[in-house]
Nanobody, 123 residues
Framework: QVSLVESGGGLVQPGGSLRLSCAAS????????VGWYRQASGKQRELVAF???????NYTDSVKGRFTISRDNAKKTAYLQMNSLKPEDTAVYYC?????????????????WGQGTQVTVSS
């Protein structure tokens, strides 16, 4: 069983900052790409930021210059630093990753979602 656990969400005022974390379970051997997605109430889930195994990053236009995605391979954790937050950033944020995990009987590929963490930007 593979799991990704997000944390770091919460309520913040406009202009504030939050750092989200996405921690992978211990049986994950390696992680390829990691994406942070968000889904606002009544809207479709959208890709916010993406980081490859080599560290290349990409962002949706609305967060460029404000959000930074990073990863710590040794900790099997990815991060999303969010600065200058706006009310329109309010959403549930999810991480998604793929890679290789150890199942107990061998190695296999996985692609998994975290459970999500709520980010609310409001005064």
């Amino acid at each position: 069983q593979v799991s990704l656990v997000e944390s770091g969400g919460g309520l913040v005022q406009p202009g504030g900052s939050l750092r989200l974390s996405c921690a992978a379970s211990r049986n994950i051997f390696s992680i390829n790409a990691v994406g942070w997605y968000r889904q606002a109430s009544g809207k479709q889930r959208e890709l916010v930021a993406f980081i490859t195994s080599g560290g290349s990053t990409n962002y949706t236009d609305s967060v460029k210059g404000r959000f930074t995605i990073s990863r710590d391979n040794a900790k099997k954790t990815a991060y999303l630093q969010m600065n200058s937050l706006k009310p329109e950033d309010t959403a549930v944020y999810y991480c998604n990753a793929d890679g290789i995990y150890y199942s107990g009987s061998g190695y296999a590929h996985f692609r998994s979602w975290g459970q999500g963490t709520q980010v609310t930007v409001s005064s």
